[in-house]
């Protein structure tokens, strides 16, 4: 098995030393391929993606895996003849009249290790900017997800060569040799645990890496929010995916003079959103649904209040203590806990008692508080009056800071994340920089400033 990744790693080493810099025409090219596969064979993504999760809403899977791999391709396809141009950088009024610019190179072999919960977008997400950049790419995609993994084993040598682009199957043995690879870059999609550990196979090869994790992403809902509207877009992204989302609300803080209020509009949304299992997803496996179950229970056996309208919708606990472990672990799953806070300020302070997170969601119209909350807190991303949706604006970066992750991609911030941003200085013909040489003139220095 190491052998044979070895010699895939190999081979697309020296392919890319053959062609270190795709031309546009090849790089979209490329695009297009991976485009073709995506719109050709819909139905079995749909039908390996259900296999995977037993149940899961074909509308969800079309929208958040094929949806968003094409558009994402259509985005990059339309603008990469331009972040592909050198770009102009300034030059010291000492040294003109010289030039310098900024040129985007390809880094290589990229490796892309891809979690289960979105098992076709978040494999294929990184290979659209790795292969804006002009790179080849080596994806591990997620056991867990084997049936989606086992499709994209499948298709992928039908639309590319192995030195363009290979898949590699297998589970924790294999992913252990996959993530110490010297790759030119390695991204990698998990929890903060085993992003820990992949990290620490990359450092020995000194490997720049790209880390996509998750955390506990808060809801803040103010004094002023519109209850109603911030109960059906938390409930909308709990619900999506039956909450196996890294960006998914994780809890929610609500002044405690409208606590009840919260409850009763969180109540009716989910009755709205999730009136039966025709949309529902769900769990991934049988061990991640106990791990769901016993985060509820024990919960209900400390003596929350829990309000359940179903197995697969979200279910809210009411004010549950810090000790418990649906308030200690990242939940991915229906589980959402509502907490009563004194003030606005307190929920600031709650949310920076803590890691932070890949996704702040507030709800409020408040430019003060809004500013507020841009000035006093850090999180991956900022969103106002919304869930998830930020993902899909491929002009904003996406990543995580501290333990939700490290470094960003989307867009032209993948692109630039997956090339080496090249200094270039070009010396005029009769360049005044001869005056800097020695022997030093004492007039030149007092005009630098340095005499």
Not at 140 to 156: F, M, N, Q, R, V
Request: hydrophobic content about 45%.
């Amino acid at each position: 098995m190491q052998r044979d990744l070895t010699g895939i790693f190999h081979a697309q080493q020296d392919a890319f030393t053959q062609a270190p810099f795709p031309s546009l025409t090849i790089r979209r090219e490329r695009l297009g391929r991976l485009a073709r596969m995506t719109k050709r064979h819909q139905h079995d993504i749909v039908r390996a993606i259900q296999t995977d999760f037993g149940q899961r809403s074909e509308t969800e899977i079309r929208l958040a895996e094929i949806s968003a791999v094409l558009q994402a391709i259509t985005y990059t396809r339309r603008r990469l003849w331009h972040w592909m141009r050198p770009q102009r950088a300034g030059m010291p009024w000492r040294l003109l009249p010289a030039k310098a610019r900024i040129a985007p190179q390809p880094l290589g072999v990229v490796g892309v290790m891809a979690p289960w919960n979105y098992p076709w977008s978040l494999a294929l997400m990184p290979v659209i900017d790795a292969f804006a950049a002009g790179n080849v790419v080596m994806l591990k995609p997620s056991e867990y997800a084997s049936h989606t993994s086992a499709l994209l084993a499948k298709l992928i040598p039908q639309y590319f060569t192995e030195e363009e682009f290979s898949v590699i199957e297998g589970g924790v043995d294999v992913a252990e040799v996959f993530s110490a690879l010297p790759f030119d870059h390695l991204l990698f999609t998990g929890s903060t645990q085993v992003g820990r550990k992949v990290a620490l196979a990359a450092a020995a090869n000194l490997t720049p890496v790209t880390l996509e994790l998750g955390g506990k992403s808060p809801a803040i809902v103010a004094a002023d929010a519109d209850l109603e509207h911030a109960a059906a877009a938390i409930v909308f992204g709990k619900g999506m995916n039956a909450g196996q989302t890294c960006i998914a609300p994780d809890y929610v803080l609500v002044e405690s003079r409208s606590l009840e209020a919260m409850i009763k509009a969180l109540t009716q949304a989910i009755a709205h959103q999730r009136p039966n299992d025709k949309e529902a997803t769900s769990a991934i496996s049988e061990r991640h649904q106990q791990r769901i179950d016993s985060l509820l229970n024990e919960a209900r056996d400390h003596g929350c209040r829990i309000i359940d309208a179903g197995p697969h919708a979200p279910v809210l606990i009411i004010d549950p203590t810090q000790d418990l472990a649906v308030m200690r672990e990242e939940i991915f799953g229906r589980c959402l806990p509502v907490i009563a806070v004194k003030s606005f300020d307190d929920a600031i302070g709650y949310v920076n008692a803590r890691a932070h997170p890949l996704a702040l969601y507030a709800f409020t119209n408040d430019k003060t508080l809004q500013s507020t909350l841009l000035q006093r807190t850090r999180s991956g991303a900022l969103v106002f009056n919304e869930t998830l949706l930020h993902h899909a604006v491929p002009s904003l970066p996406f990543g995580g800071v501290g333990e939700s992750g490290m470094g960003t991609y989307h867009g032209r911030h993948g692109f630039e994340r997956f090339s080496h941003l090249r200094g270039i200085f070009y010396q005029a013909k009769k360049p005044t920089s001869r005056l800097l040489r020695p022997p030093y003139r004492r007039w030149l220095l007092k005009l630098l400033g340095l005499g």
